[in-house]
C-alpha cells in the first residue's frame, strides 16, 4: 500500500512516464503522486511498471462493463467499478476492483464516482428501447452520459471511451423503417436515427464533441454491434446460422463480448487525441455467408454492396478501428456454435 501525507514534496526527480501512464490528474514528482491534495509515496517496485492507470468502468454488473472490468484487470490496469445495484458488506473475493453503487443520472454521484481516475469506461446505459418508456431510455442514458463526461472533465481524467451503438444510424428501431445506403456500414455512414434510444448514443456522441472543444480530455465513442457471449450465442444467432432468409438490419453483424472488451481496453489505453468513433464487429457474419449474395437475396439493388474483406464479412466495417485502435478481433460464432446454430459441447 502506498505511504500517505498531506505534505508537498518539493525536489524529487522527475520520472518519466510509461507508454500508458497519464499524467493529467496525477501529478508525478519521482515516486510522488498526488490525488485529492495527499501525497502517496509509491514502492519502487510500482514505479518500474508501466501501467498503472487507474480506470472507472460503469454498468460494470452489466454484460460488456463486467467482461471490461475483468479484461483491464488482466492487463494490469487498476479498476473501480460501479452500477446501480447496492454493494454488499463482506470481505471481497480476491483480486475484485473496488465497488461503489451509483445512478449515474444523479450528477452528485457521478462525480463522487469519478474522483481520481485517468480513464472513464462507460458502459452504462439502457442497451435497447423496447422495455421501458421512450422517454425513460433516453433520459437515463442520456443524463447519465451528461454527467459522467461532465464529472470526467472537472475531476481531471485525461480519457473518456463512451460506449455509443451500432444503431445509431437510424435504421435499427425506427417507426418508418428504411436501410442502410451501403454496407459494409462505417464510420461516415449518414445518421437518421428515429427512436429513442438510437437518439440517446447519438447525443452522446455530440457530448464526446462538445468535450474536446472546452477542454484537453481524449474521447473515444465505441458502437459495438449486437453482443454476444457463451450465455446468448445460441439464442440471438442460432436462428440466423439455421435460416439464411431471416433479415438482419445490421447484415447479420455481431461482436464477440470478449473481443469488445479487449477493444475497450485499447480505447482506454489509446493515447489518441480528439473525439474518434469506432465501429466494432467480429469480421464474419452470422452465418457466414456470402454477404454480397445474402444482400442482393434479400434487398435486390436497394443496398449497395461495396469493397468487402472476404466474401463472408460482416456487414459492419472495423477497418477504422484495426487501423487506428490495433483492434484485433480472435473470435468468432464458430468457436461457439456448430452448423446448426447449436452451443457446442464444452462451451460455456
Ligand atoms: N448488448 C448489445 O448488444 C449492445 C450493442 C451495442 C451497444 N450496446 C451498449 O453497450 C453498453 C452495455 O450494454 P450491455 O449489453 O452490457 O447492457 P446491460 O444491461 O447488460 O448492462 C448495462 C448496465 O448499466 C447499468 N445502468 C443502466 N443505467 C444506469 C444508471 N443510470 N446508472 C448506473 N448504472 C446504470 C445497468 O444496471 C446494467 O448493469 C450500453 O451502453 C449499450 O447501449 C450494447
Not at 19 to 46: C, D, H, I
Not at 162 to 173: A, D, K, L, R, W
Not at 279 to 302: C, E, F, T
Amino acid at each position: 500500500m502506498p505511504q500517505c501525507t498531506n505534505a508537498k514534496p518539493e525536489s524529487l526527480p522527475y520520472r518519466k512516464s510509461g507508454a500508458l501512464a497519464y499524467s493529467r490528474g496525477y501529478k508525478e514528482r519521482g515516486g510522488v503522486v498526488a490525488r485529492g491534495g495527499l501525497w502517496f509515496f509509491r514502492s519502487p517496485e510500482r514505479l518500474e511498471e508501466e501501467i498503472w492507470v487507474k480506470v472507472l468502468v460503469t454498468g460494470a454488473n452489466g454484460k460488456v462493463g463486467g467482461a471490461t472490468v475483468a479484461a483491464l484487470l488482466e492487463r494490469g490496469h487498476e479498476v473501480r467499478s460501479t452500477d446501480l445495484r447496492r454493494g454488499v458488506f463482506e470481505r471481497p473475493e480476491p483480486g475484485a476492483p473496488e465497488y461503489i453503487q451509483a445512478d449515474l443520472t444523479d450528477a452528485g454521484e457521478a462525480y463522487a464516482v469519478s474522483r481520481d481516475m485517468d480513464a472513464i469506461v462507460h458502459p452504462a446505459a439502457i442497451p435497447e428501447p423496447t422495455h421501458n418508456s421512450p422517454h425513460v431510455v433516453f433520459k437515463n442514458n442520456l443524463m447519465a452520459t451528461f454527467n459522467m463526461i461532465e464529472a470526467a472533465i472537472r475531476l481531471g481524467a485525461t480519457r473518456f471511451v463512451n460506449i455509443s451503438s451500432e444503431t445509431v444510424p437510424g435504421f435499427f428501431f425506427p417507426e418508418r423503417e428504411f436501410l442502410a445506403d451501403y454496407i459494409p456500414i462505417d464510420e461516415v455512414h449518414p445518421i437518421r436515427p428515429q427512436d429513442p434510444y438510437a437518439l440517446s448514443k447519438y447525443f452522446g456522441e455530440l457530448l464526446m464533441d462538445a468535450a474536446i472543444r472546452r477542454s484537453d480530455i481524449r474521447c473515444i465513442s465505441i458502437r459495438p454491434s449486437w453482443v454476444q457471449h457463451e450465455g446468448n450465442y445460441e439464442r440471438n444467432l442460432g436462428p440466423h446460422i439455421r435460416d439464411e432468409s431471416l433479415p438482419s438490419p445490421s447484415f447479420w453483424s455481431y461482436i464477440d463480448l470478449y473481443d469488445l472488451a479487449d477493444a475497450l481496453c485499447l480505447a482506454a489505453e489509446s493515447n489518441l487525441e480528439g473525439h474518434e468513433v469506432f465501429y466494432i464487429a467480429s469480421p464474419d457474419n452470422a452465418g457466414g455467408r456470402d454477404l454480397a449474395q445474402m444482400v442482393k437475396a434479400h434487398h435486390g439493388d436497394k443496398v449497395e454492396v461495396r469493397s468487402l474483406a472476404r466474401p463472408d464479412a460482416s456487414g459492419t466495417s472495423s477497418a477504422k478501428a484495426e487501423r487506428m485502435l490495433g483492434y484485433s478481433p480472435t473470435r468468432s460464432w464458430r468457436d461457439y456454435l456448430d452448423d446448426e446454430g447449436r452451443l457446442k459441447p464444452n462451451v460455456g
